[in-house]
Each structure stands twice: as structure tokens, then as C-alpha cells.
């Protein structure tokens, strides 16, 4: 498939996934895994209500069928079925008539933003609740409104979903999005396409690393995940997040700062050419504050357009399907595909001839004529790979420390390696 | 006390000690203990003539009754009743009539500042001399002078002071500052002053660490505390000098380079806006060059105004108490306090929920209200505190990581150490 | 003898070198060691064909008694007497008259220079050719043309030659230059006559270290003389080559990087004032790429002026005496000696009074007045040393830290050994 193609396809299954609403548990997070099942076999776990996760409780389940304020006239001045973003996250149950300035309490703008609705949640502290945009709320008239909110906190399930992609070797590579955002276009339904797209890609051809994408929602999601699985497999990660946007491509680094995965982002994204922004680990953003708390402190990244938080359109209702733009989650899941290439085949290897250089001529690797200066690049490479190969460099420290391009240096060390000359 | 009140309290300490003839020891050195222990209680050391200290042996016991070059009608052309710095530090006895000629030998002058009376010592060489000004040289006619120092050298003690402030720990931030100096008021007067004004301070609140204040001659003074007493218990500390010129505060690092006081310094002058330089140690100075002797090689950094020999008034009878201001005086004040709240406060914490993050909102830790992206400070250094804890990292690590305010950092690891989440 | 009577007679050993056609192996390379041992005694050692060395084989021995191209007319168009560069390096006998478009195939030409002469090897596939100007082929018309080399390849010897200026320790400083190169002067006529003259320099005083010459041929002999020798007395070194154009200097840094030999070369050409360029080291260039392959890693860098393949002239018959001149080789000359007595004299040394500074004045070490802030270097020089002096840190390392020059710390060490103060 074409990079356009891609790009395309991953934009229709945005829209698709768009009106749907997602929280941290309940029926929305199950249509939508439903939905990215068509596209990739995932495997979906339910979890109980009241699981103990490392230092976290698996939440009541929440499921809404419809929310609204209606005013005197029983008109509805706001409609969950209008946009999923209308009702606070997580919203008890309600059904009262009250004055405008008691409902006011209620009620989430954005007054800096009037014409947009804003996205609010209120998971672990029972409330109910309206977002709105502030124009709608300064053209309400005082008077007694009623306020329906027709949800359901209950025992039940937080739901995940996996799809691992077997690799030759069991050291894993997470690829994590979120799942628990509703209406919202960039954050992250674009990271859901990119990584679904991605999983597809990966799964045609047998990949080196086992790669495992996993669709949970965010935070208590991620520490479920955690609380559950063999953490140490996973060598390597990447959280997907605003992965649609129009801005340029920014990664955010693991907390070890020098894990493999930033090197061969750093790598990659400087090499390619692309503008971008590398960005030093906080605690503070999406999953990867839980993937690298100290006591995991994996080596996962999170990889963005414009980053968490960063553009003025985050959590509100203008992050919608134009947003985002098949071309940024195009070139997204490029980043990703050109990134799992070099970690796929980054390797340590040591020479096996190390003392003085071994006669690559009579092994055929190298020119015959002398005399000439301007060694082929391929020559080159094959130096530095045998200088360089004591056992401590990579071949991304080779390509790094040359200069060359990381296929020049892997294709020398293909034919070092076939030559016996180095070992991994 | 305010600043301003202190500045001019210490200004006057200043002005009360600028007469007196201070040296390596003798009656001057008791004299100006006397009067600084009146602002606080001192417990003055009494070492005497001949103790073998480190590689130096106390000296003799140098006091001075009288010196004075007077002419052939018997009128003093030059006289130590006028200021202490006209007559060679250590200067033996002598009471002879010589001519110009023969006298030159052994007086001292600055032909570059020919109106300034420079300041000069023979401790370990038996000499005597004169300092005075290359005018007052410069008008002497030809012809015999009667010369006298009235001065003895003879077995007595080497006279130092302490004055501890005790703390939580017995870990101790010593602070010192030479007392040799006669009739020059930032070098080291200033220093005396801040000194005890800080300690002054500290003793109203009980610190978290011991501090020690000592007041004793330079080089072999300090190499007399160093001989007798228990070194390692020095954690930190601070030689303090030149503490009252115009110029900006200098810190000098200690020979370590990254001790925490040095950290500790760094941050504060970086953090306060203050005009500053930061200076590498070099084995030169004052007595960091004791203290941080290779064998020794305490975490003492210096904090001066202009530094040692930095400007033209050092060691000349320019540098007179109208050198000195109270604001300046008052202004080192404040960094040392600064920097000794920090050091203070400054602890590396382990995370005792290192596992994902832990559930902050049910400890009445973080907003419930979720989806608004501009988290409050104080949650922002709580996931910091929590992320770097893992104790290799110190509240000041997290503050410089995270570019927070200390103050901001230590309250949230208050509150995390209190709802149990990190241990010291 | 002084910097510009070493030059013109090094110039004058290049013009004498120059008409030599040296190889690999052969009767040029020992015509060359002959001219060589009129200034210095060298052993010289012939290592029989077959001999395996490390991953190479020695190879059979290459004589050329005559070549050329004649025309129809048997006018000689390439002659190998007028210059050794016109026959490819290694070509196999041939005898034979064939068309110029046959012909062609075994000539090698530079149509970017079109003027000038390419020098070609072809040591491991067995091959005739001819080198030559692109303005004489294109001169030569169609037809046919008689082609001769009398040349001879049999099983003989490699020979390369050493010399030993022994030390007051066993510890080796190695100077390896090739003498593989035909008529080229700067690559590698220079190399050797700098080798030579500095060995004769260092033979008339007894250095600290052990040096040893080595005049090998490329690559091959490198080896020959890795595998036959005992690498680990080798404690640092440089390869010379391109010794004596006009360009700045160039120091190629080992593998290792922070070799001390690096150090010394970074601090001599930084506080010479030269022009210079320092590079990082890479797997290509001369017979570094043997001493420092990862299994030897010696501390081994490369001294040129325009470094390998740097220049237009580099492999040109434009590579002639006057491309190299007096000046250029004695001002390597001179960086070799400036750097080598860095080197002899840097040692660590360790404060044998490491408590407090140790009493200087009373060692008649410092000056017995005080109160001048004008310490003198010396004395500074001192201070510096007997701070540093924890084992750790060389005398370079002081020299660097203190922004001193080396000779004066290397004089205040001289002078603290002296009184006991510091021990090796």
C-alpha cells in the first residue's frame, strides 16, 4: 500500500471511530476495538471491576445512552447525541430541574475558546456534569432547566485489547495508544489508526523483535496492563499519541534518556531530513509516565506530531476528523516503519579478526586497484563495522560515530557477517 | 532583623574592629574576639607556641606595643598609632637611628598607587619593616631616622574561635573566616561580620544541619583546626571573605567541583537573578586551599564579593570601611541564607510505590477534575518528586531537572513523604 | 643543528629518495633503507614469502627492471624510466603488441588532471597496466602498440628496517612511517626523512622512553611487524606520513581518542599558536588502521601536514620534491620534539603531605613575604601540583586545569620531587 493509501485508509477509520463514546471503561471502548478488530485480530481482555492494579482499583464500569439540558421549553440546549464531548466523563446518573444558576456549577467552558465545547472527565470523584461552549452558555436565559445525565456506574469491566506481531526473537516492542478519549480526533484516534496500520505493515513480513500493540485507556489502562504481564520482556516502546496533526514530528524520550529506542529515534528523525523536536522525558503526558515510572523505567518513548497539550485545539471539540490529515499520520507511521527498521537490525557485534585489519581483498569485499583515494562507501563502512565491533558499539554507534547512512553500515556488517568476520 | 537593619549593625561591627592590629596571633586577635563575642557566645581556643600542626608548627606569639620612623627633629613621619598597616606583620624588634639610605631596605611602598599604604608580612622570616605610602616615602629628605618597633615575639598561643549551632544532625556545614588581617575592612572584616550575623540567624530556628562558625588566622589557623579537630565530620562548608565590597557575589567551587555545596550555590545565585560568577577552584585564595588540600578535600567552596586580589584597594589602606557598604554586607547575608535553606532541605527520597504512578487523587493529592491541561505546579513536582526518587536523585537533581522552584520541589515532597509515597 | 639546516638536508635525503621505485616488497624498498642507513644504523629485517602475519599472508616479491609503451615506430611514449609511477605497482610480465583499444584496458589515467601521472597499485590480483597522463593518451593515435614490463614476482622477502634510540625505561614510543610509496615525495619521502632526523635528535640525549623507528611498507608490513613483535611494549606512538607540504599541521587522534599520546599533541599544537586541525580518528588512512585495529588498540595517532588524500597532488606525479619543502618538514620536526618532551616528562605524581598545603617557605619554596597578590608562576605552579597530585591526574592534566605552561609545572614538580614533597 502506498503511503497515500495508508494515509487515506487511516483517515476513514478516524471518521468511523469519531462519534463513538470512549471513556476509561464501558461499551464505547468496546465498538471501537470492535471497529479496529475489522482491520487487525485483536485479542480483548476484561478485567473486573475492582481488580487491584499495582496502587490503583479497576474502576465501576460506565456506560451512558444519552445526556442533555433542556430548557423551559423542552428544548435541548445541549445533546450528548450532538457530541460525546458534551457530557463530563464519567458523569453520575441525574434527572432534576434546577435554576440556570445552580446548573452553573455544573457547567465546563472554555472562555478563552467561546465556540468550543472543552473535554472534561471526573473519574475517581463522583459528579455529574456539562461541557459547552461558552457561547451557548452566555445566550442561555435565566430560568429552570432540566438536566438529564442517563448513565450507569456499575460493577463491570475495564477493557483492553492486544495484537502481538511474533517476531524471530521474544524481546518485545510495545507499541501503547490510549483508547479512553471520546470525540477526539488527534488525541488519539489518529494514534490508533497509525497503530493499527502499523501492526498490518509489520505483520507481513517476520519481523526480528515481537511486536506488541496494546489499546488501553489511559493511565489506570497502562498500570492494568502492567499489573498484569511480564513487564521484562518488553525491551523497547513506543506510546502513540497526536498522530495526526498538520505540526511537525516531535519524540519525547524514554526517563533513561539513552535508551536504544531514543537513539534510533534520534537517528532516525535527524537523518531523514524531516523537521522535528526531541524532547527531554517529563512526567507528565500520556502513558509513558507509567511505562517509565522508576520501578519499570522502560525504555519506551512517546512519539508525536504536535505534542501533548501543545496546539490550541487539545481537548476540545475542535479536534475533529479535519484536524487531522492523512499526510501527518502517513508520514507518522513512516517514522514508525523507518524506526523499527534500524532497531530490527541494530546489533553488537565483535570481530573476529580484530588484530590488524583482515585481508578483505582475497574475501572479495574489497578493490583490488590501490592507489586510488576515494574508497567506496561500502569499503568504508566495512572499516568502521570491524573497527568498531569490540563488543560495546552497535551498529547505530558505527553509523553514528561514521557518518554513513545506517543501510551503508548494515549491509557491511551482512557481508563482514558472511564472510565469518564478525559475530554477534 | 530586616537586611537593611543587619547591613548597618554589621557596617558597624566593621568600623569597631577596623583599628585594631590583628595578626597570626597575639593581643589583637583576643581583642576582636572580645568584641565579636559580644554579638555571640564564642569558645576561643588557646593553642600553644611549638604545637606541631600538620606539617606547620605554631608560631611564636607576635604583639606590638609601638612602631614609628621619626626624623632627625624627632617628629614621627611614619606611625603605627595612625593605622595598624604601617609596620611589617611579625616585624621584629628594632630601635636604631640609620640613614634613608640603609632604612629603604626595609620599607615597603605601591610606587603604582603611590598614595595608598600597602599591607605586608614576614611571619616566618625574622624581618622588620615599614609600609607607608610612595608620597610619604617620596618627601623624606636625606638623613639619619630613628626607627622603633616595639614588638615582642615570644612563646605564647595561636588564638582561634568557634561557635557551633546545633542542629538536628550532627552533619556539620562549617563556616569560616580568617581573622589575621590588621586595619582592612573587606579583607577580611566583611567576612567576620556576615559570619557572625549568619550565625546569629541560624541559631533563632534549630537547622537541619550542625553549623559550625570559626574564627581563626589564615593558612596556619586553619591548618590548626584541621590538626585538632574531627575533620570528617565537615559535610559541606564555606569560607567566607571579602563579604562587603560593591561587586557582585563570587562563588569559587570547591576542589571537588560538584560538591552539593557547590550545586547548592550554583542554583541559588542561578535562580535568585542576582549578578554573579561562578569560578572553578584553583589551589590559591584563602583557606579552601587548607580545606580542600588533597587529603583533606572537604566540600568548602568560597563566596567573596570581587575575589581575592580582584580589585586595586586589596591589601592597601584603600580597602578602609567606607569600601565596605551595608547593603553589600547584607546582600552575601542573604545568599548565604539562601543557600543554607536549600542545603538544609536538600535529601534524596526513594519512591516506595515505584510501580506505575501511584493513585495521588485518592490522598487528596491531584485535581479531580481531569482533561485540563495546565497542571498545577505543585502536582507537576509531585510526579517529578516521584519519578526521580529513586535515590540516586536529590530534591535539587528533581529542582534542576525539572526547572521548578526548590521551594516548589520541597513541598511536594512534604506532602508526598506524608501521605507515605517516598522514603528518606 | 638548527630548524633550517635540518630542513634543507632532509630535503635534500627526499630528492635523493625520490627516483626510487619502492614497493611493497623489492630491491627499491632496500635501495631506499641503504640511502636511509647513512644517517641512522637501522637492523633490517627480510621476512620470507608465505609467512603468515595475522590475517595476511607475506607476498612474493615484486622486481621491475624496464617498462613501456612504444608506437609503430618504436618511439617510447610511456617510459618507466623517467618516472616509476608510469607502471601499475605489482603488474605481472608482460611483452606483447596489441591495438590501443585492447591497450586501453590497462592504462589508468586522471581526466579530471589531465596533465598529471596517477599512481596504481595492484598487489593482490595479478594485473599489468601503465599510468599516464590523460594529455599523452590522448595524444597517442590508433594503432598498435609494442607493451614491455620486465618485471619479476617470485617468492623473495618483505623487507622493512628499524631503529632504537633506547630509554631510561623499557616503555616503547613507536614512529612508523611507510616506505612503500614509488616517487612521491610528500607520501611518504617526507615521513621519512622526518623519522630520521628526529631519531638522530633523540639519539644525542638518553630519552625517558624507549623509541623505535619503523620503515615498513604499507598495510602489509605494518602487520608483518605486529605479528612478528612485542606489541605491548608500545606504549604510545604516531605514524608520520605527508610530512612536508605547505599545508597547516593535522594530528589524527587514535582510536582510543584520549590516549595520552593525544593529549600531548592536542596541548603542544594548542599552546604552539601553529595553525592546526585535530581529527577524530577513522578507519582509513595510513598504518594506524593496524595499530590501532581493536585487538592492539594502541595509543598510536598520525602526524601529517594535509592529511591522506587531502590534497590535489595526493597520488599525482604533481607529488614531487618541490612539492614538499624545508620548512614545512622542520616545522614537523619540530612538533615531533615539542611533543615527545611533553611526553617524557609527564608522570603522575602522588602529594606525600596531602593534609593541608605542606610549609613551602620554610623549604625555600616560597617567597617569605607576604601579603602580594602577585604570586609568582612558580609558586602557583606548585600549588597546582601538590593539589592535583592524588595519583590521578598528570602533570599534562595540571598543565591543562591550571592554564599553565607544561615546562613550568614540569619545573615545579621538578622542584617539590627535589624536597620530598611528591613522589612518582
Redesign the interface.
Known amino acids: 500500500m502506498t503511503g497515500a493509501a495508508a494515509g487515506e485508509e487511516m483517515h476513514a477509520l478516524v471518521r468511523r471511530l469519531y462519534p463513538l463514546c470512549r471513556s476509561i471503561t464501558g461499551d464505547g471502548v468496546r465498538a471501537t476495538l470492535d471497529i479496529v478488530g475489522e482491520y487487525l485480530p485483536l485479542q480483548v481482555r476484561e478485567v473486573p471491576t475492582g481488580t487491584q492494579v ?3 482499583t479497576v474502576p465501576q464500569e460506565w456506560n451512558i445512552r444519552d445526556a442533555y439540558i433542556a430548557d423551559g421549553a423542552g428544548r435541548r440546549v445541549v445533546d450528548f447525541a450532538a457530541s460525546s464531548l458534551h457530557v463530563l ?1 464519567y458523569s453520575v446518573p441525574v434527572h432534576r430541574t434546577m435554576p440556570l444558576a445552580e446548573l452553573r456549577e455544573h457547567l465546563h467552558t472554555l472562555p478563552d475558546q467561546p465556540r468550543l465545547v ?8 463522583p ?1 455529574w456534569g456539562f461541557c459547552l461552549a461558552q457561547e451557548t452558555l452566555d445566550a442561555l436565559p435565566d430560568g429552570d432547566y432540566e438536566v438529564c445525565v442517563d448513565s450507569t456506574l456499575a460493577d463491570g469491566h475495564l477493557t483492553y485489547a492486544e495484537h502481538v506481531v511474533p517476531g524471530r526473537v521474544a524481546d518485545e516492542v510495545l507499541v501503547s495508544c490510549h483508547t479512553c478519549h471520546p470525540s477526539l480526533a488527534n488525541d488519539n484516534l489518529a494514534g490508533i489508526a497509525v497503530a493499527t496500520f502499523l501492526a498490518r505493515e509489520l505483520a507481513e513480513r517476520q519481523p526480528y523483535h515481537t511486536y506488541r500493540f496494546l489499546y488501553a485507556p489511559g ?1 489506570v489502562g ?2 492494568t496492563w ?2 498484569r504481564n511480564r513487564v521484562e520482556r518488553v525491551r523497547h516502546g513506543l506510546v502513540l499519541a497526536c498522530a495526526g496533526d498538520r505540526g511537525a514530528v516531535t519524540y519525547k524520550k524514554s ?1 533513561r534518556g539513552d535508551a536504544e529506542i531514543d537513539r534510533v529515534m534520534r537517528h532516525v528523525l535527524e537523518t531523514s531530513g524531516r523537521p522535528h523536536t526531541i524532547k527531554e522525558f ?3 503526558g500520556y502513558d509513558e ?2 511505562y ?6 522502560l525504555g519506551v518513548g512517546s512519539l508525536t506530531r504536535t505534542p ?2 501543545g496546539y490550541p485545539e ?2 476540545t471539540s475542535a479536534d475533529d476528523p479535519d484536524f487531522v490529515t492523512p499526510d501527518a499520520m502517513a508520514d507518522t507511521l513512516a517514522v514508525c516503519r523507518e524506526a523499527f527498521a534500524v532497531l530490527d537490525r541494530n546489533r553488537r557485534y565483535v ?1 573476529q ?7 578483505l ?2 574475501r572479495g569485499l574489497y578493490d ?6 576515494d ?1 567506496k562507501e561500502a569499503q ?1 563502512a566495512m ?2 563495522v ?5 563488543g560495546t558499539h552497535s551498529l547505530l554507534d558505527v553509523a553514528e560515530r ?1 557518518g554513513l547512512p545506517f543501510d551503508t553500515v548494515g549491509a557491511a556488517a551482512d557481508a563482514l557477517r558472511g564472510a565469518g568476520l564478525i559475530k554477534a
Open positions: 499495582l496502587d490503583w466523563g472543552p473535554y472534561r472527565t471526573s473519574y475517581y470523584a459528579r493511565t497502562a498500570i502492567l499489573a526517563r517529563t512526567p507528565y509516565r507509567q517509565c515510572s522508576p520501578g519499570f523505567d501533548y497539550a487539545y481537548h570481530n579478526s580484530p588484530y590488524g585489519e583482515p585481508q581483498g582475497r583490488p586497484l590501490g592507489g586510488r583515494s574508497a568504508l572499516l568502521w570491524l573497527s568498531m565491533s569490540d561514521s
